[in-house]
Each structure stands twice: as C-alpha cells, then as structure tokens.
C-alpha cells in the first residue's frame, strides 16, 4: 500500500493490537474475569489510539492545514530554526494521548529535505522539548516557491517516529505522511508572510483545520 492512501487503523498498529488481543483471548479462556475486561479495554484503547478518520480537506488553494490533531501552544515569529535558515512563523501543537496521532501534509508540494536528530524525551508540552527532545524535520516546497517545515517531536511517552516520504518525493495536502506515538509534539513552520488563522490555546484538527493562508 502506498503511503498516502487512507486505511481507518494504520498499519503501524497491527502488532499492538496482536500482542493486546491475544493477552485479552488467553484471560478470557482461562477465565480470569477481571484481567479480560482490564485487557479488553487496553486493546480498545490502542486500536483508538491509531484511527485515522476521515477528514474534509479544505480545497482552497491558498489554504494551509493542520499537521496534527490536538491543541495549539503558541505562535511565534522566530528568525530561524532547524532547515528553516529565514525568519519564519512557528506554530506548536501538543498531541496528547487521546488526539489522533496520525500526521498530514500541510500543503502540496515535494519533499526538500528530510533529517532526523537524535535527542531527549522530555514531556513534549515544555517549551524545552522544541529543541531538546528527538525529530524529524521535513522541508516542503510547494509549485508557487513558498517554503515550510514540519517538526515531528518525539514526547516522554512517544518513542517512535514513523515519517514516510522521503527526499524528492511528491507530497498533497491533507495527506497522511507519518504518525507519533503516544504523545508528542509537531511543529508548523511558515513564511513570514502568512495570514495565521489560529490562536495558542485552540483544538485542531490534522488536515481538516486552517492553520493560515498563502498571500
């Protein structure tokens, strides 16, 4: 399967789900009552923690979505940050453990650069977490010459960091093009100007949510 196609449970989630469902069959056989229910409800949680819902992608343009489920931390003009050498505006977003934790491509375009860097696992809400914690910085140009960058910031939860499209390859809005696990953080990056349609402290949604528009 191509990795911008769209199944309800990613795939990353088939051995959690195994290894829970199969705990959650042996205590129901073997009849321990309590343990099944406690297990039951683990592999109901994790299969929910690995949806990837069905979102309306804007079909504007001009229009910037969301890279992530969850709730926004602050928007900040920076100078510069990571591949980003240029004054920028970075939005965080915090994804907790009940968000969706699949991530979307914020606007079509190829894939410039794509590095991951090593670090800590410090809770990914800190402020701290945008530059100490491990990621994966993704470089996007789209047609018309703009540039963006997504952060993917592991969390003290999220050890794992699942980013599928590499250098070269060809990205579309709305589009899936990884996930996080556990609690995280990512980051939007975008020209200077930008209209930002989103203020710290609103719920969003991952491709379904206007972050700004391209002038």
């Known amino acids: 399967m191509h990795w911008g196609e769209e199944p309800y449970i990613v795939k990353e989630a088939i051995p959690f ?13 073997s009849r321990f009552g309590s343990l099944f229910c406690v297990l039951l409800l683990a592999t109901l949680c994790v299969t929910a923690f690995f949806r990837n819902p069905h979102r309306s992608i804007p079909e504007d343009p001009k ?21 980003i050498p240029v004054p920028s505006r ?15 491509v914020p606007a079509s375009g190829t894939l410039k650069r794509k590095v991951h860097r090593p670090g800590k696992f410090y809770v990914a809400s800190l402020p701290k977490a945008s530059t100490k914690n491990e990621r994966v910085e993704l470089l996007i140009e789209t047609p018309d010459g703009f540039t963006l960058g997504v ?4 969390g003290r939860m999220a050890r794992r960091i699942v980013c599928y499209p590499g250098e070269g390859d060809p990205v579309e809005k709305g589009k899936r093009f990884g996930l996080i696990r556990f609690g995280s953080r990512v980051e939007l990056f975008l020209p200077q100007d930008v209209s930002v ?18 002038p």
């Open 17 to 29: 789900i195994a290894v829970f469902a199969s705990l959650t069959l042996l205590a129901a056989a």
């Open 63 to 83: 229009a910037i979505v969301c890279p992530a489920d969850g709730k926004i931390l602050e928007v900040e003009d920076i100078p510069s940050a990571g591949l």
């Open 197 to 214: 349609s989103v203020q710290p402290g609103q719920s969003v949604k991952g491709g379904e949510t206007v972050m700004g528009y391209f």
């Open 90 to 104: 970075k939005i965080s977003i915090f994804m907790s453990p009940f968000d969706v934790h699949v991530n979307r």
């Open 151 to 154: 952060v993917q910031i592991a």
